[in-house]
């Protein structure tokens, strides 16, 4: 479970389900402590029109919150990302991109990204992390996902129609600086295994899995993403356990905790993969003394 859990984190973009109104989708906890109220929800951080309406009672937590906490707000100026970007996702002058590698490397990225109806040299400056992205990205797009209906992005819409303000638990800057505590040549693998999986078809096949469980609310499904998560040890799958999940779940937690304290009626809305697995942010609340009831 590598590139597309990752992409779960990073993407904007999101294969026809069917629609159902007001289903319930990935995992809605309530939080209690402090004589104070929360939900907390877990989201897919891309979107399909049969994602929506969302189900009523997520829906009129955020409408009557007193806050929206969300990782990052989507709706903020822009021009932060492209900053961010310029920052930690582009290569240093002088260094070696992939056109650079051996020319068996280069032929099988550059096979991959035409496939995907990418230019090469769009790419060519991009660090290796942000190549293997843009390329689960695209695959992602090719079956019909959305930046427009991220999940997140509707949140923060939804909350401003209803005068609520919206707070970051998280900044675009700090997340996208995770991505530099990979070495170059950890993310030259970890470029390498997205290839990889792309050929093989199991990139494809995981995505479908992780966006089934999450839109059926499935606790089975989610709870085998969380294994997968857990149990793979390749450079992107340790990266995204120990960096992308458990070293940002304990300030996470603490963050909700201290929130709590503040505010009643609040919502959070979080990556789903937050929220599944040993070290998730509803064990990590309920280690904190306060009260964690999974609604779904």
């Known amino acids: 479970m590598r590139r597309p859990i990752i992409v779960v984190f990073l993407s904007l973009l999101m294969l026809a389900l069917p629609a159902a109104w007001g289903a319930e989708r990935g995992a809605l906890f309530k939080i209690s402590g402090s004589g104070h109220t929360m939900y907390l929800f877990g989201t897919m951080h891309v979107g399909l029109p049969g994602f929506y309406p969302l189900e009523p009672r997520i829906v009129g937590a955020v409408e009557d919150a007193s806050v929206l906490a ?9 021009a932060r990302l492209r900053a961010v970007m310029q920052t930690h996702a582009l290569l240093d002058p002088g260094k070696p991109g992939f056109q650079d590698r051996s020319p068996a490397f280069r032929q099988r990225v550059e096979q991959a990204l035409k496939k995907a109806k990418i230019d090469p040299a769009a790419v060519a400056r991009f660090k290796p992390w ?11 797009a090719s079956e019909g996902y959305q930046a427009e209906l991220a999940v997140d992005l509707k949140l923060a819409q939804m909350a401003r129609a209803s005068k609520v303000p919206v707070i970051e638990l998280e900044s675009i800057s700090a997340q996208f600086a995770m991505f530099d505590r990979l070495g170059l040549e950890e993310q030259w693998k970890f470029l390498e295994e997205s290839v990889d999986m792309m050929e093989n078809g199991k990139q494809r096949a995981e995505m479908r899995q992780i966006v089934d469980a999450w839109a059926s609310a499935d606790k089975a499904g989610l709870d ?11 450079v992107s799958g340790k990266f995204m356990q120990k960096i992308l999940l458990d070293e940002r779940n304990g300030p996470l937690a603490d963050k ?9 009626k609040s919502v959070a809305a979080i990556g789903v993969l937050h929220l599944i697995g040993k070290n998730s942010v509803p064990a990590l609340l309920g280690a904190r003394g306060l009260t964690v009831e999974r609604v779904y």
């Open 70 to 78: 969300l990782e990052v707000d989507l709706l903020q100026d822009p």
């Open 224 to 234: 085998a993403v969380a294994a997968k998560v857990e149990s793979d040890t390749s």
């Open 256 to 264: 909700l905790a201290a929130l709590l304290v503040k505010q009643d």
């Open 130 to 140: 942000l190549v293997a992205t843009t390329l689960t990205l695209a695959e992602y």
